[in-house]
C-alpha cells in the first residue's frame, strides 16, 4: 500500500473477524527499537478514557479486543505483533490508530524499512506498508482501522510525530502521568502502569521516559481528592521471585512432592502424553499463560478449555491428536488441534497433514505442532498440501518446548500472575519442563550433516553448494534461538538474533550465503542483541581450531582521556574472568594493543597505542573456550558448550559494564595525555 490509501479486508479476505497487525524496522547497529501503542477512539477522534491507550504498561483489553503479542524473531530480525478481535470491539469505537514510538532522544530516521504488515485470523498475509520518509520524529502513526458501517477498513496513514509517545496519546485526549527518573514521591511504589497505590506484595524496577516530571503526591490533612487513575509512560519491569524458604526437610535426600511427577516417564509415548497434559492443563487454568501460548495463533482472549486423546472421525481409521484447545468468545469458538513430540523425536508429515484436514472439513482454526525443534522462517518444519478449493482455511503453527519454559519463565520470575495459585502453578511446570526425564528440553541435536561437515572442514573437502553445510547452518540458527529464549527468560530483557539482511530478503538465499561462508572459512557466526548491553554479543564458532569465541565490542565514552577510559573499563571488570582478552579499537586500523585482562590490571596504559599513533574508538571484549565435539546434549556436546559460553560471558563480563553514550569526540580528547 501507499501512503494515505486505503482497502476493506472483507475483500482481502473471508477470515477478518480477528486480525493482527505486525510493525518492524531494521537498525544496522542492532542497538535500535521501539515500541507499540494501540489508541481506540470514539466519532470525535478521542480516547472515551485513558484504558482505550494500550501500550507496554497496559498490553491486553479487558474485552480482548486488543492484545499486545511482543517480539517474534523473524528471518531478517523482529517484529511487534498485536492481536485485534474486531468483533469485541466496542460499537462506539469509530477508529484504532496503531503507532509506535522510540525513547532516549532517538528518532525513526535512524531506523531502516519501517513496515507495517496485516493478517488475518489464519495467519495468511493481506498487505503491506513501507514508509520510507520517518526523519528526526520520535513517534510514528503506522495505520488505523476505521469502521464504514458495517465493515472494517485499514488505511495506511505514516504521520511523524516529534513529540514522543506523550505527545502522541496526549493530542487523542490520554490523560499522562509522565515519569521521570526524578526520586518517586512519599508513597508512590512505582508500579509504572496507573497511577493507583500499587500492590505491596510486587517489587520493581522503574524505566523512566525523558522530559517528564512527576508531581509529588501529598499525605495526611493535605492530601487532595484521590484522582482517576492515569497512564503513565515509564517502563515497567516487575520482578515477582522471592527467595527460597528454608526446608523442613531432615536432610537433602528427601524430596519435595511434586504436582506433575516424572519417576514414572518409561517411553516416549508416556512423555509426549504427559507433557501434553500437564501444559495444557495449565494453560487453561492461568489466563495469562494460556493467553500468552495462543493469542499469537490468532486466538480470540476469553473462557479456554483443554483436551487430551480426543478422538476425531477421519476416513476408515479415527485419529486421535495429542491434545485440543477451544477458546469461547462472545458465543463464538476458536479450535486448535495441538500434535506434541518430545525428546528429540521429530514431527511426521503424514500426522500433521491428516489434522489439517480433519481441522479444515470440522471449521477449526488451527493446527498447533508442539516438539524441542525451533522453527525457521521459510523453512517449515513439515510440508502440508493445502487445497485450495476449500473455503476454510487452517493455519499451521509451531511451537517449541524451549519458548513455553521462556513464556512460563517471564511470567513468574519478571511480569507476575494474578495470583499465588497461578504462579504456584506455573512454577511447577517449568520444574516438570526442565527435569532430565521429561523431554522437553528443546534443540538439542545438530542433525546428521554435523559430524560429515566438521570432518569436510578439517581435511578441506568441504564444497559450496554442499547441502549438508545448509543444514548445519539452519540448525546453528535454531540453536542461536533457543539460546535468546533461555537468556532472555533469566533476565527478563529482550534477546534476539542479529539478522544483518534486508528485511524482506529471502531466508533462503541468507543461509545459502552462509552455508558457502561455512566452506570456505570454517567459521559459524551469529549476533545477540541484550536490552541493556552497551552493545552486540557476538559468537563465533571455528571449526577448524575447535574453539568458541564470545565478545562485544564497547565504543569508548563521549569525554574524557583514553588512559581515564582504560583505568575506568579495568575497575569495571574487576570480578571478571582473569583470562578476558581486551583489545583496543582504534580508528582506520585492525590492530590496535591486546591482552589479557590479568596482564592488563597492574597496568591499563598498555591498552593505549604507542605515541597517540590513532584515535582510540572502543574497546572488544572476548572470552574463548574449546568446543563440545560431539552434536548431541552430553556434557562435551557442541550446543551445551555454546549456550555454557554464551551465559558465561553475559553474566561475568556483560553484567559489569553500563550502556556508553554516544561517541563524539573533540581533537583535545585525541592527545591521549590525562
Known amino acids: 500500500m501507499t501512503k494515505g490509501s486505503n482497502v476493506a479486508l472483507a475483500a482481502l479476505s473471508e477470515n477478518t473477524g480477528s486480525v493482527i497487525v505486525s510493525l518492524s524496522w531494521i537498525s544496522q547497529t542492532g542497538e535500535g527499537d521501539a515500541d507499540v501503542s494501540v489508541l481506540l477512539l470514539d466519532a470525535n477522534g478521542k480516547v472515551r478514557g485513558d484504558k482505550d491507550f494500550y501500550f507496554y504498561n497496559n498490553p491486553v483489553a479487558a474485552d480482548g479486543s486488543v492484545q499486545l503479542l511482543g517480539k517474534t524473531p523473524t528471518g531478517s530480525g523482529d517484529e511487534d505483533r498485536i492481536g485485534f478481535d474486531l468483533t469485541a470491539v466496542p460499537s462506539d469505537v469509530d477508529r484504532i490508530v496503531v503507532a509506535a514510538s522510540r525513547y532516549g532522544g532517538a528518532a525513526f530516521g535512524e531506523l531502516e524499512d519501517l513496515k507495517l504488515t496485516l493478517a488475518d485470523g489464519g495467519g495468511e498475509g493481506l498487505l503491506g506498508f513501507t514508509i520510507d520518509d520517518a526523519g528526526a520524529v520520535s513517534a510514528i502513526i503506522f495505520g488505523e482501522l476505521y469502521r464504514r458501517g458495517e465493515e472494517w477498513k485499514f488505511r495506511a496513514v505514516g504521520q511523524g510525530y516529534d513529540t514522543g509517545l506523550a505527545g502522541l496519546a496526549t493530542d487523542f485526549g490520554v490523560d499522562i502521568d509522565d515519569d521521570t527518573d526524578a526520586e518517586k514521591a512519599p508513597g508512590d511504589t512505582g508500579t509504572g502502569e496507573w497511577a493507583d497505590p500499587p500492590s505491596p506484595d510486587i517489587e520493581q524496577e522503574r524505566h523512566t521516559a525523558p522530559g517528564s516530571v512527576p508531581a509529588p503526591r501529598p499525605s495526611g490533612d493535605e492530601a487532595e481528592p484521590k484522582k482517576a487513575a492515569r497512564p503513565r509512560t515509564a517502563k515497567k519491569k516487575i520482578t515477582v521471585p522471592r527467595m527460597a524458604k528454608k526446608s523442613l526437610a531432615e536432610n537433602d535426600s528427601w524430596k519435595q512432592a511434586r504436582l506433575f511427577p516424572v519417576s514414572v516417564l518409561k517411553s516416549d ?218 537468556l532472555g527468560g533469566e533476565l527478563g530483557q529482550k534477546a534476539l538474533p542479529v539478522q544483518r539482511a534486508k528485511r524482506g530478503a529471502d531466508p533462503g538465499t541468507r543461509r545459502s550465503r552462509l552455508a558457502d561462508d561455512l566452506c570456505t572459512n570454517g567459521r559459524l557466526q551469529a549476533e545477540l542483541r541484550i536490552e541493556g548491553a552497551p552493545g552486540i554479543l557476538a559468537v563465533i564458532a571455528d571449526l577448524r581450531t575447535g574453539k568458541l569465541r564470545t565478545s562485544i565490542e564497547i565504543p569508548a565514552p563521549e569525554q574524557g582521556y583514553p588512559l581515564t577510559w582504560a583505568k575506568r573499563l579495568v575497575r569495571r571488570l574487576a570480578e571478571a574472568p582473569a583470562d578476558l582478552h581486551v583489545e583496543t579499537l582504534l580508528e582506520g586500523t585492525t590492530g590496535g594493543p591486546r591482552g589479557t585482562l590479568e596482564r592488563l590490571r597492574p597496568e591499563p596504559a598498555d591498552m593505549l597505542p604507542r605515541n597517540n599513533a590513532a584515535q582510540l574508538t572502543g574497546f572488544r571484549l572476548s572470552l574463548f573456550k574449546s568446543m563440545g565435539s560431539s552434536r548431541g546434549n552430553a556434557a562435551s556436546g557442541f550446543i551445551r558448550s555454546v549456550d555454557d559460553a554464551v551465559h558465561r560471558f553475559h553474566n561475568s563480563v556483560v553484567v559489569h559494564l553500563d550502556r556508553p553514550a554516544p561517541r563524539q569526540t573533540s581533537a583535545k580528547e585525541r592527545t591521549g595525555t590525562e
Open 269 to 486: 509415548r508416556d512423555r509426549e502424553t504427559r507433557a501434553t497434559s500437564v501444559l495444557l492443563s495449565v494453560m487453561a487454568q492461568v489466563p495469562e499463560f494460556g493467553r500468552r501460548l495462543t493469542a499469537a495463533f490468532g486466538a480470540p482472549s476469553g473462557r479456554m478449555e483443554t483436551f487430551t486423546e480426543v478422538s476425531l472421525p477421519h476416513g476408515d481409521t479415527p485419529r486421535r491428536p495429542d491434545g485440543v484447545i477451544r477458546v469461547e468468545r462472545a458465543g463464538k469458538l476458536w479450535t486448535a488441534l495441538v500434535e506434541t513430540k518430545t525428546n528429540g523425536n521429530g514431527l511426521k508429515p503424514e500426522q500433521v497433514q491428516a489434522y489439517m484436514d480433519i481441522a479444515a472439513r470440522r471449521g477449526y482454526e488451527a493446527v498447533i505442532t508442539l516438539s524441542n525443534d525451533v522453527a525457521l522462517e521459510g523453512s517449515p518444519l513439515v510440508d502440508v498440501k493445502v487445497d485450495g478449493r476449500r473455503k476454510h482455511k487452517v493455519a499451521l503453527w509451531h511451537l517449541s518446548w524451549a519458548e513455553v519454559t521462556h513464556q512460563a519463565q517471564m511470567l513468574i520470575r519478571h511480569e507476575g500472575v494474578g495470583d499465588k495459585a497461578h504462579a504456584w502453578l506455573l512454577q511447577e511446570l517449568l520444574h516438570y519442563l526442565r527435569h532430565e526425564n521429561s523431554g522437553c528440553h528443546g534443540f538439542q541435536n545438530m542433525g546428521a550433516a554435523w559430524v560429515p561437515v566438521r570432518n569436510g572442514i578439517d581435511d578441506e573437502t568441504l564444497c559450496q553448494g554442499d547441502p549438508r553445510a545448509l543444514e548445519v547452518v539452519e540448525n546453528w540458527e535454531r540453536l542461536i534461538r533457543q539460546i535468546c529464549l533461555s
